[in-house]
């Protein structure tokens, strides 16, 4: 449930002729109010069983016996009473978001080729927000009671070892952001002589924004008996069951390890100078150059470090303004050529040049704090910078087609993390040196083939296509599971695009068991059988890197987006749609699995792909599906990675492999029609007559349909196991 209240008032003042004031306030209140103590009810719709029923015969509500674990409690296996309507009647999450802003702009035209601009602006934004989960909620039975509500009296072995036997908890949270920014422009524009055109802008600019955080955790708290508070069961009275010795705080652990109490403070201030030229020759010769300066303390000693010079110089050429070109002004309306050539720079603000200390809890034994090494120092720490070139073509064809071809190439100089001897109190520092080149094309196409009073028709056409290489690996280590994974931010290796992922070789499925094989881990015979040792252990590969045991599966970015727009008019009435296209990238699919290899429980929701897994002997021929894991089989399997960080190897289990298996993965290529819309503008005739200036009526859809890989069963690509919902608009506007 969503509700809002904006408004917004505008004030501008004509001082004089040369001065202009505009002063604009507006505020927004946002109160919402959802779910909480994990209650979801669009998973809980995909994910449970359709044979699990809201309501018993008699109309009251069901109530199913899930299986759980209690923290005091690792003796008994431990089922406790769920129904989703229950939850969602004892547990509740409410926000509300108030945000003002304010801003004075003020313009002096000093002179008729000098102006003076001002901006300044003040924003507020606090956010509060509650979570309850009442003591009747599952949620608070199986993680701090360890019994149903009400189903244990006082004393019992149960009642002892629950840290809150009576009341659940009241989860609240404060946020408040305060900023400001004050930004100065001179700007100058002269007309010299017939030919000459000089635009010089010179700016400063300062923001800051402080940002508080504030959260909190009342145990025992019960809103249904005055919102009044019970003590939750103190620590030296809480007696555990099973081989579980209580070691901590009981419930006031969350105090200590960030879960139930919370308080941080962030100030961020920047100052910028910045400046740009633009001079044109006979509208047909442009020169542009953008200076940028920043500063920043967080690159150290090296005093000029902390400095980072931006700037940009650019060039066009409108050819079609040539005299020579006068003949064919008719058919060629615009043609310009512009090449560029910038520098940026980037504070990453998660790094510092210099050695922090994390300040840590009291050490009982001395007596005192302790600090430990957060960040090592690196005084050669710098800015991350990029080089950026563009090349780009604007044409316009018998004033009903535009286009525009544009090539770019950036290299990229990015902090990486490099691995150092423990001997200095950390495994890793951050420095300069990872180096990626990036290029692409971009093309946009628009035609308006139909034109007349009655009838216009518009085809737009966009795409892009992109690729990058990284020239230098990321100096961290990585484990076999950042291959699989993949990563948009790390070299996983030199060569390699970012976004590249890894899998594991499937091999096929065993014929007696079912369970899934893999290549490349095992040494194997000619006849593709595992070779074994004197104890009949299968013998592991000798691998040097972790790809050698991994196939590569492609990346998770796309090598082409597009998309194409189109509007036809018919007098008022107009017909809109538009289309994306997405085309080079590769995705795993969803597990049908639910709970992991293992049997599912009775209350699961199955998949249906499910139905095609392996049952007997001879099935590994007609399916890929492994079989649900029984325990009768060895499920883990041993990597050949002992050498690559690690004493033994990574023991992982083979259903999971399965999952990241090159089987699993699937080209994420698809044809979306994002949106349909109608509109019907009413002939301005027809509004007289009812005394109005004009009205529209209009109906529209999202999400329309999707092409994709029949792989996905019907499901979203971009999802993978689901889909996005179809909406439906539908507008009227009227002008008085």
Known sequence: DVKNLSGRVNLGIQVNPKLYVNVILAGVMNKTSGYAADVNPMNYAKSTS????????????????????????????????????????????????????????????????????????????????????????????????????????????????AMLPYGGILYNMNDDMTGWNIQNKLTFQKTLGEYHRINVLLGTEVTSQLTKNRSYKTFGYSEDRGESVTQPTPVNELVSIGYNP??????????????????????????????????????RYVL??????????????????????????????????????????????????????????????????????????????????????????????????????????????????TMTLEYYQKKSNNIVSQDIALEYGKSSMAINGGRMTNSGIEYTLNITPIRTKNWAWTVGVNSSKNWNKAKTQSIE????????????????????????????????????????????????????????????YPVSTEVSEMTDFLVYSGKT?????????????WKGLTFGANFSLIFGAKKRLPTPFPEGQRLPSSDVNLDKELLKRWKKPGDELITNIPGVYTGKTDEYVTLPDKNLGGVFGSSVDRYNMWQNSDIRVVRSDFLRCQYMSLAWNVDEAWCARIGIKSMSLNVGMNNV????????????PELGNSIQPKTYSLGVNIGF
């Open 246 to 283: 209580l070691r901590d705080w009981g419930i006031l652990n969350e105090l200590y390890t960030g879960a139930g109490w919370g308080r941080t403070t962030n100030t961020n201030n920047q100052f910028s100078l910045f400046a740009t030229l633009v001079y044109s020759l006979m509208d």
């Open 477 to 536: 280590s990585f484990s076999y599971y950042d291959y699989l994974e993949g990563s948009t931010t790390k070299v996983l290796k030199k060569g390699y695009a970012l976004s590249s992922f890894w899998s594991f070789a499937f091999k096929g499925l065993n014929h007696d068991t079912g369970v899934p094989e893999f290549n490349l881990i095992y040494e194997q015979d000619e006849k593709g059988d595992f070779i074994k040792d004197e104890y009949g």
């Open 705 to 716: 349909f999707v092409i994709a890989s029949k792989k996905f069963n019907g499901f979203d």
């Open 557 to 569: 970015e796309p090598d082409f987006t597009g998309g194409i727009t189109t509007r036809l008019r």
């Open 50 to 161: 359709r044979a699990v029923p809201a309501y018993d015969d008699a109309g009251d509500l069901y109530y199913l016996d899930k299986r759980t674990s209690y923290k005091l409690n690792n003796r008994d296996v431990l089922y406790l009473q769920y129904n989703i309507l229950h939850e969602i009647d004892y547990s509740y999450s409410k926000n509300k978001m108030v945000s003002l802003n304010g801003s004075l702009n003020l313009a002096w035209d000093i002179l008729p080729w000098l102006k003076y601009e001002f901006t300044g602006g003040i924003n507020n934004s606090g956010r509060s927000g509650e979570s309850y989960a009442a003591a009747q909620t599952y949620y608070i039975a199986s993680r701090y009671r360890g019994f149903d509500y009400g189903a244990e009296t006082y004393g019992s072995e149960k009642y002892n070892a």
């Open 288 to 401: 542009n150059v953008s200076v940028r300066n920043d500063a920043s303390n967080r690159f150290g000693q090296d005093q000029n470090k902390r400095f980072d010079p931006t700037y940009s110089f650019g060039v066009s050429w409108n050819v079609a303004q040539e005299p020579w070109l006068e003949s064919a002004s008719f058919l060629l309306n615009q043609f310009i050529l512009r090449a560029s050539f910038g520098i940026q720079g980037n504070a990453v603000n998660s790094v510092s040049p210099d050695l922090i200390l994390k300040r840590g809890s009291a050490k009982e034994y001395y007596g005192s704090f302790t600090s430990s090494v957060y960040r090592l120092p690196n005084p050669d720490l710098s800015w991350e910078r990029t080089k950026t070139w563009n090349f780009g073509l604007d044409v316009q064809l018998l004033q009903w087609i």
